[in-house]
C-alpha cells in the first residue's frame, strides 16, 4: 500500500504558555517551541504499522517553510520512508483551503492508495483532510481510530463518535482518513534515530512543480483570513487563592467542606 | 442576500441541542429567515420534522432509507443537489460537522469557517467571526468571505437559546431533489463504548487528572487523594490515549458526561471537548501552573501551583482532618 500522510508544524501547546502580542497580530514567537502536531504523530505510525503489515512505503508531506523540513525527518526516524516539503512563497498566508489545494497537486503527482492527516492542528480547524479529499473526489472518513485492512479494494474503518462510540464504515481506496489520537501508541523517537535521517535528501515542491496558479493558493485565494488575536473579555473567571502553598490549601479544604467535597 | 440553511442533527427523531443553536447563530449574520434541512427516515423523521419546524420558519424534509443513519458523505451529496449556490450553511462542530463541512464546502465551492464561537459582524460580503487556536490560549476574529456562500460549524453551547421555539414553521417534502444517494463509504454499525471498572458519572466528587500529571507513575498520587477525600479519579484525553487510565474514566464529549456536585481538575487545560462532558454546575477547582490556561476562565476556584507538589501535600492535609 502506498501511504502519504499530511504533518504539520506547530507550536507545541503543552510545552508553551501561548501569549498573544500587544497589538494582536500574532503570538509572541520568542521561544516558541515547534514540534509536529500532535494528532500528526499518530497518523505516521498507523501508516508505518500499516505498510510493516501489507507492504508499501510510507510518504510525509509538508508545507511550510525551509524549518518545516524538521518535523519530516522526525516522521521519517519513526519510520516513514521518504519526505516531500511543499514550499514556495506563493503558499505563503494560505487558508485551509490553499493548503488543500497545494497537497491536492503533490498528491496527484503520486499513485497513492491512502492519505492520511491528523484530525486537528493548532488551529482546530479540521479541515485539511476533507477539502483534499473532495478536491480529489476520493472518500473521506474522519475521526479514524480504527483501521482494518479489506479485501484491497476497500477498508473497514471506525470513527470516534459522541461517547466514545465507534461508528464502522466500509470505505473503498483510494480514500482519505483524518487520524484521532488513541488510534496507536506512536513509537518514540530519540535523537539517535533523526541523526540518522539527517542527511536523507528531501525534495522540495513550488507552485510550478505542482503547476498551481498563484491566486489559487496563498493570501491572495484565502477566503478566510485572520483580522486580529485578542483577549476575549472573561466573565467573572477563577477566583485565584493566594498566598502560600499551605494557605491554599487551607483555604481549599474549607472550601471543599462547604460546598460538599470533603466530609 | 445569500440564503440560510442550518443541518439538523437527531437522534431518533429528538432533536439535537444544537438545532437551536444554529438558529440563533444564523441570526447574527442575518434577518433574514433560517431554512431547516432535516434528513432520515419514517416516523423518526416526522418527529424530528415537527420539533424543526417550533425553531424555524421553513424546513426542508428528505426522506430515505439511504438517510436512516446520517453518513456525512451521502449528506454532501444531498445538500449539494438542495442548496442553491451561494448559500449559507450552519452544522453543529461534532463529529458529523466535522465530516461533512470542509468537503461540502469545496464542492459548494464557497468559503469555510470551523468550530465558529461567535459571530461579531456580517454583511452580503463578509462576516467577522471568533475562533479560537492554539488549545484556547489564543482567540482570533477571522474575516470570512461570504460572498459566494459559506459552510460554518458552529461549536456546541456557543450559541444559547434563550426564547421558547415557536416558529410555526412549514414543512416541506423535499425527498424528490435528494438527487443520487450513492457513496464510496458505506455505514456498517455503531459499536457501543465499553464500560470500565467504576462508574465515574455516580461520583459526587471527581479528581481529574490531566496531561499535567506528566508520568504514568504520578496517577497513585491522584488516586491517594482521592481515596483520602472519597472521590473517584477521572481524567482527560491524553490520559486515556496514553493508556494510563481506562476510556471509561475519560470526561468530555468523547468520553462520559459527568454531573458531580464538585470537580478537581488537575493539570487540565479545559478544551471545550473536555466540559463538554461535565454538566449540571459544579463546584470546579482547577489547579495548573499557568496562570493562563483556559480553564481558569471557566472554573470558580483556581490555584496557580505544580500539581505534583501540590496534591500530595493536599492530600496529607486532608489525612491529618
Ligand atoms: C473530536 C475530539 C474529541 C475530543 N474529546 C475529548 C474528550 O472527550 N475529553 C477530553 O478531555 N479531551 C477531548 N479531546 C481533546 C481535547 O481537544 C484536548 O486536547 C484535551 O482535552 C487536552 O487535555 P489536557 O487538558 O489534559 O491537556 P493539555 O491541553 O495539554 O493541558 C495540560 C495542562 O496541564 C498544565 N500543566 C502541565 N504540567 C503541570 C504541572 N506539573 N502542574 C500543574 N499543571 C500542569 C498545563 O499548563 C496545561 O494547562 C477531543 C478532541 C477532539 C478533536
Ligand atoms: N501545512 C500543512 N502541511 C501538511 N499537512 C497539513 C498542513 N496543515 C494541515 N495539514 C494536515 O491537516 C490536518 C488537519 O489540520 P487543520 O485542518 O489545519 O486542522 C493536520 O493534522 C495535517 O495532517
Keep these: 500500500m502506498e501511504i502519504l500522510v499530511c504533518v504539520k508544524r506547530v507550536p507545541d501547546t503543552a510545552e508553551n504558555e501561548i501569549e498573544v502580542k500587544a497589538d494582536g497580530t500574532d503570538i509572541e514567537q520568542d521561544d516558541l517551541v515547534y514540534s509536529v502536531n500532535e494528532w500528526d504523530n499518530y497518523a505516521v505510525e498507523e501508516a508505518i504499522q500499516i505498510r510493516d503489515k501489507v507492504g508499501g512505503a510510507v510518504t510525509v508531506v509538508t508545507v511550510g517553510d525551509d524549518e518545516a523540513e524538521e518535523v519530516l525527518r522526525r516522521e521519517m526516524a519513526m519510520g516513514a520512508d521518504s519526505g516531500i516539503l511543499c514550499s514556495d512563497d506563493a503558499f505563503e498566508g494560505s487558508d485551509g483551503r490553499g493548503i488543500a489545494a497545494i497537497l491536492k497537486a503533490e498528491i496527484e503527482k503520486g499513485k497513492y492508495d491512502l492519505v492520511l492527516t491528523g484530525a486537528q492542528a ?9 477539502m483534499v479529499a473532495a478536491m480529489l473526489d476520493w472518500p473521506y472518513a474522519s475521526l479514524v481510530n480504527k483501521i482494518e485492512a479489506g479485501d484491497g479494494g476497500s477498508i473497514t474503518v471506525g470513527r470516534e463518535i459522541e461517547g466514545g462510540n465507534q461508528e464502522m464504515n466500509e470505505i473503498q481506496l483510494p480514500c482519505v482518513l483524518s487520524i484521532q489520537t488513541g488510534i496507536n501508541e506512536p513509537r518514540y523517537v530519540g535523537i539517535r534515530g533523526i541523526r540518522k535521517v539527517a542527511s536523507v535528501e528531501i525534495p522540495t515542491h513550488g507552485a510550478a512543480d505542482l503547476g498551481l496558479a498563484a491566486d489559487a493558493v496563498g493570501a491572495a485565494g484565502a477566503k478566510v483570513k485572520r483580522v486580529d488575536y485578542f483577549m476575549p473579555e472573561l466573565g467573572e473567571g477563577a477566583e485565584i487563592l493566594e498566598g502560600s502553598m499551605e494557605e491554599k490549601i487551607d483555604k481549599l479544604i474549607e472550601m471543599l467542606k462547604a460546598k460538599g467535597g470533603l466530609k | 442576500m445569500a440564503q440560510l440553511f442550518a443541518y439538523i442533527a437527531h437522534k431518533q427523531g429528538v432533536l439535537d441541542d444544537s438545532a437551536a443553536e444554529l438558529a440563533v447563530a444564523a441570526a447574527k449574520l442575518s434577518a433574514d429567515p433560517v431554512t431547516a434541512i432535516v434528513t432520515g427516515s419514517g416516523a423518526e423523521l416526522d418527529t424530528a420534522c415537527t ?49 461533512l463541512g470542509p468537503g461540502l464546502s469545496i464542492k459548494l465551492d464557497c468559503a ?75 455505514f456498517l454499525e455503531v459499536v457501543q463504548a465499553e464500560a470500565g471498572d467504576v462508574d465515574i458519572t455516580k461520583s459526587d466528587v471527581l479528581v481529574s487528572v490531566g496531561r499535567g500529571i506528566e508520568d504514568q507513575e504520578n496517577i497513585e498520587i491522584a488516586e491517594e487523594l482521592a481515596q483520602a477525600m472519597g472521590a473517584v479519579v477521572s481524567c482527560s484525553r491524553p490520559i486515556v490515549d496514553a493508556k494510563w487510565l481506562e476510556k471509561s474514566r475519560q470526561v468530555g464529549t468523547s468520553g ?43 472554573a470558580d476556584v483556581g490555584i496557580v501551583e505544580d500539581i505534583l507538589e501540590f496534591i ?9 482532618g
Design chain 2, 312 to 320: 500530595p501535600e493536599l492530600t496529607e492535609k486532608i489525612q491529618e
Design chain 2, 256 to 298: 462520559q458526561t459527568v454531573k458531580p456536585k464538585v470537580y478537581l481538575a488537575m493539570g487540565i487545560s479545559g478544551s471545550f471537548q473536555h466540559l463538554g462532558g461535565l454538566k449540571g454546575s459544579p463546584f470546579i477547582v482547577a489547579v495548573n501552573k499557568n496562570p493562563k490556561t483556559p480553564i481558569f476562565q471557566v
Design chain 2, 112 to 186: 469555510y469557517a470551523a468550530d465558529v464561537i461567535g459571530i461579531d459582524s456580517a454583511d452580503a460580503t463578509a462576516a467577522v467571526l471568533v475562533r479560537q487556536e492554539y488549545a484556547g490560549m489564543a482567540h482570533a476574529h477571522m474575516r470570512c468571505d461570504i460572498s459566494k456562500g459559506a459552510v460554518l460549524t458552529i461549536r456546541p453551547g456557543s450559541f444559547q437559546a434563550t426564547e421558547t421555539p415557536a416558529a410555526g414553521g412549514q414543512v416541506q417534502d423535499k425527498s424528490g431533489e435528494a438527487g443520487d444517494l450513492s457513496a464510496n463509504r458505506r
Design chain 1, 122 to 130: 493548532d488551529d482546530g480547524a479540521g479541515q485539511v483532510g476533507g
Design chain 2, 51 to 99: 420539533a424543526a419546524a417550533a425553531i424555524y420558519p421553513a424546513v426542508w424534509k428528505f426522506d430515505n432509507a439511504a438517510l436512516a443513519y446520517p453518513n456525512a458523505e451521502i449528506i454532501r451529496k444531498l445538500l449539494v443537489n438542495a442548496v442553491p449556490a451561494g448559500s449559507l450553511v450552519l452544522i453543529a462542530h461534532d463529529t458529523f460537522g466535522m465530516d
